[in-house]
């Protein structure tokens, strides 16, 4: 046996299949299968580990896995799902070689400042020479359903602009806190706006907001998809780039990410130097949300008169556990009616690259959210995090709705907002 | 390929056909012990499906498994001779309430605390709560005759069951009961066939009496020096004319667990403590309340704790809720019984199960429905440790027999399914039993109908040890 499989094996035996996970399962609801839930994968993973079942039985099930983690907020044996998955990704991943688009996705795409730059700027000339709209109109099909989300791409700023960003800002001195800013490789080239909404939220709460050069890709992506060791690896370099300085906090604003950091210390061995940098890491990591409500340095003095509601980033509510701050961040907004979801712990369906690579089950599963998002009949509808920022934006497209999907960092803009007088 | 499969598939408009590999081992457990692989898991849409599934078993001969949600605790939905899984979750939902019957139409399918909810939006409400009402479908509770907390004051299931639409093994859809409560047209099938594991027939269809919802509950927490004197002042309790809702027990053991787990300041020095939960209109709680507190303190209990406020109330709630995951950390594996005694008895049975906790040197704590007799008594082991497994086995016999011993019955609300079929000898009798099989036999001439459930098979023994 592997020591993957060995290590998720283990872990099988605080399932006692009582199916409590069913219900948050948004794959058992729209798959409507015991094989797409919870407790069937993990089963699955038992029965492959016995020697009962093979690996390839495990790969769909596991492959249509959204990762949301919901399940875990249910479980009342405390199983370490997510462990279990990632293991199991690896098992898979083992398995099979993988093919050159995979390999460069992962080696090369994600953790690349190079290409993440290069994506920002191919979808600015994409937008700028028009191209966006006629994508609807070609006879052939983007790969990876890629003329879905070609028109709900924001606008992108110029390849100058983006260039001509600091390393460092300040304005009050002395600051409140010092920020070391994470900026995430999707957020920074497709959401650049929203990045720079997120500096200027920090520096008018009285913040340092320093982005260390250094840094990288979170590998959330990676250890989601069982390539631990080059989640390792960028952990790492994420770790020293932010051991620079010393920081209050390391911001980051996608939920994804934030999750992937916090769990830094579990990609090594207890008792380790890495070990103890990771935790050190991983204890000033916090999302954008939570460091302006702990800072409270920001008043909102324009009336945003609409109606909002709140999609939260599943991996911010299971993972990182912050729920209430951009609830209270969005009730200091004056004007604001909050209608909040009914289910909001239903995952959209974005998660991570499923919306490409799972396209026809992640539509599956928006087509639930949109319903319950149609139904608060919002104007605009606020995430935290890229992948359900995109996802929202192109649900609210194949629903037809008069709504708009913001970045809650770009709604908070909206408002605004100024500094808090010193008295 | 079974020769049965393509006409199976042929019938099926709506519903479909699973016969993956990965399918099937994910429908081949339930929430007890074992796997079993199933040859076909069928998902049906409509009752003409199932009356379609079930003529052709019986044409082919093939076992068919009735199943809901899977969180059965004795075995029921198991496909322990292979065949198929006819799983009924996904059939329409439908809840159709009739305030002025009182009464509620539902869908096998319906999680059971849906129907709660659609009837307390009518100031009504269904009574049995077994503690999965949350995820468990009303079929299952339906064919096992599930209980729950408030069995104590309202009954269980079968206490709530005015008729079926049942398809028969031969294919047959009827109807059992009505609409009434008063009904005595023939032979009483619908409690024949409510807890009969999914043996007699599949139900597509209930209709389900609901009562008027209490105006107010009040919660109280009573802890006590000795495990007897908690059993005294519960039957002191119930013959003082006072009906509570809830009368929920939880040993020392577990009591310690919780506080280790998720300490909310239960009295861990305690060697029992009773929540006792209250119904009925305001006034009338306030005049339960007082004369239970009388009651306790002549019974010398060691604290009567009176929640202030609903969320201390709901936090003590909470606390029971946290046993089971609480004990699962003593030890991974967790063989929960339900064996029950005459209510006087639970003094008695606390004594027999330390007895045999020393005996096979185990681990085993008990909790649960002490207003009614239906205790919990919790084996925690390991399920890689077979010679540790084999000792839970002879535990859980020793349990069944001090229950049956002690006037009271092998099991108060999970049902029989596979793991407690070798005992049905032990209660009933030989001619007991074979009333039974002869009912059985009657009604399932091909024994189609979830075979290898209630009835031991020649030398079938308790296995908890994975083979």
């Known amino acids: 046996m592997s020591n993957s499989l060995k290590q998720a094996y283990d872990l099988t035996f605080d399932c006692v299949q009582c199916g409590y996970c069913l219900p948050a399962c948004p794959t058992y609801e729209t798959m409507e299968s015991e094989t797409h839930s919870p407790r069937g994968r993990i089963n699955l993973v038992k029965m492959v580990a016995e020697g009962k079942a093979a690996v390839q039985d495990l790969e769909e099930p596991m492959e249509k896995c959204l990762g949301c983690m919901a399940c875990t907020s249910v479980c009342p044996t405390n199983v370490q799902y997510g462990e279990i998955l990632e293991n199991a990704k690896e098992v898979l991943d083992e398995s099979k070689p993988s093919g050159r688009l995979e390999s460069f996705l992962f080696e090369d795409f994600f953790p690349s400042k190079t290409w993440m730059n290069r994506l920002g700027d191919a979808t600015w000339l994409f937008q700028q020479t028009g191209a966006d709209r006629i994508t609807n109109r070609l006879p052939w099909n983007l790969p990876l359903h890629l003329e879905a989300f070609a028109d709900i791409m924001p606008s992108m700023p110029s390849p100058v602009k983006r260039k001509r960003r600091a390393e460092r800002y300040i304005r009050r001195r002395p600051a409140v806190k010092k920020v070391g800013f994470f900026t995430g490789c999707i957020m920074d080239s497709v959401f650049f706006e ?33 390539k631990k060791n080059k989640a390792i690896e960028l952990a790492k370099e994420n770790i020293a780039a932010f051991e620079e300085e010393a920081f209050d906090y390391i911001v980051e604003n996608a939920g994804g990410c934030g999750a992937q950091m916090i769990e830094y210390p579990s990609l090594f061995e207890k008792g380790s130097r890495w070990h103890a940098r990771a935790v050190e890491f991983s204890n000033r990591v916090k999302d954008i949300s939570e460091v302006l409500v702990e800072i409270d340095g920001l008043v909102f003095s324009k009336p945003i008169e609409q109606t909002i509601t709140y999609q939260p980033s599943c991996h911010m509510t299971y993972v990182q556990k912050v729920v209430e701050p951009p609830l209270a961040l969005l009730e200091k907004v004056p004007g604001i009616r909050l209608q909040e979801l009914e289910r909001p712990g239903f995952c959209c369906g974005s998660a991570g690259v499923y919306n490409l690579v799972q396209h026809e089950d992640s539509m599956d599963i928006l087509d639930v959210k949109m319903q ?21 934006k192109l649900g609210i497209k194949r629903e037809g709705m008069d709504s708009e999907a913001v970045h809650l960092v770009d709604l908070l803009m909206q408002a605004d907002p100024a500094p808090r007088s010193l008295r | 390929m079974n020769d049965w499969l393509k006409p199976l598939q042929d019938g099926l408009i709506e519903g479909r056909v699973l016969t993956k590999n990965a399918d099937l081992y994910s429908y081949s457990f339930d929430a007890s012990f074992g796997e079993y692989l199933p040859e076909a898991v069928v998902q049906v849409k409509n009752k003409q499906e199932v009356v379609h599934v079930i003529r052709l078993a019986n044409q082919y001969k093939v076992p068919v498994y009735p199943r809901g949600a899977g969180t059965c605790l004795s075995g029921g939905p198991l496909p322990v001779h292979g065949g198929i899984v006819l799983d009924l979750s996904k059939l329409p939902a439908k809840i159709d309430v009739s305030p002025g019957d009182l009464t509620v139409t539902v869908s096998p399918s319906v999680r059971t605390q849906d129907i709660n909810i659609e009837a307390e939006k009518r100031g009504l409400m269904y009574a049995p709560d077994p503690s999965s009402a949350h995820v468990a479908t009303i079929g299952g509770n339906l064919a096992e005759n599930s209980g729950g907390p408030r069995g104590l004051k309202y009954g269980v299931t079968k206490d709530h069951v005015l008729g079926l639409e049942i398809v028969t093994p031969e294919g047959e859809l009827i109807r059992t009961g009505g609409q009434t409560i008063k009904n005595v047209t023939g032979y009483d099938l619908t409690k024949l066939i409510v807890g009969s594991e999914g043996t ?57 667990a919780v506080e280790q787990f998720q ?24 005049i339960e ?62 004594d027999r199960l330390q007895t045999i906790k020393e005996k096979y040197d185990l681990e085993v704590v008990a909790f649960g429905h002490a207003g009614d007799g239906n205790l919990h008594p919790n084996i925690l082991c390991d399920q890689r440790d077979p010679e540790e497994m084999k000792r839970a086995e002879k535990a859980v016999e020793e349990m069944f027999e001090a229950a049956i011993e002690l006037g009271g019955t092998l099991s108060g609300e999970h049902g029989i399914g596979t793991m407690k079929a070798p005992f049905m000898e032990m209660e009933l009798g030989d001619a007991g039993v074979d009333m039974m099989r002869r009912i059985k036999r009657a009604w399932d001439p091909h024994n189609i109908l979830n075979p290898g459930k209630i009835f031991a098979e020649k030398g079938q023994k308790l296995v908890l040890r994975n083979e």
Do not use: Y
């Not at chain 2, 909470?318 to 046993?323: I, L, P, T």
């Open chain 1, 194 to 226: 929203s990045n720079e909404s997120t500096i200027e939220l920090l520096l008018r709460s009285g913040a340092e907001v320093v982005l260390p050069k250094s840094q990288t890709c979170c590998g959330a992506l990676h250890a989601h998809s069982g």
């Open chain 1, 372 to 392: 319950d998002v149609c139904q608060t009949g919002a104007d605009q509808v606020v995430t935290s995090n890229p992948g359900c920022l995109l996802q929202m």
């Open chain 2, 200 to 256: 007699l027939a599949v139900i597509v269809e209930a209709t389900l009496k609901l009562m008027p919802k209490p105006p107010a509950v009040k919660t109280m927490m009573v802890s006590f020096h000795k495990v007897r004197t908690a059993g005294e002042a519960i039957s002191r309790t119930l013959t003082s004319g006072v009906l509570p809702s809830k009368m929920e027990f939880m040993d020392q053991a577990c009591v310690r």
């Open chain 2, 263 to 286: 300490p909310i300041g239960l009295p861990v020095d305690a060697a029992a403590i009773i929540l006792i939960e209250l119904d009925g209109p305001e006034e009338a709680l306030r």
């Open chain 2, 289 to 350: 309340q007082e004369k239970v507190e009388a009651i306790m303190e002549e019974m010398g209990a060691k604290e009567v704790i009176i929640p202030e406020s609903d969320e201390e109330a709901a936090k003590l709630w909470h606390a029971r809720k946290q046993v089971s995951p609480a004990i699962a950390k003593i030890k991974p594996t967790k063989v929960s019984e339900d064996a029950t005694v005459p209510r006087s008895k639970i003094p008695d049975f606390m």
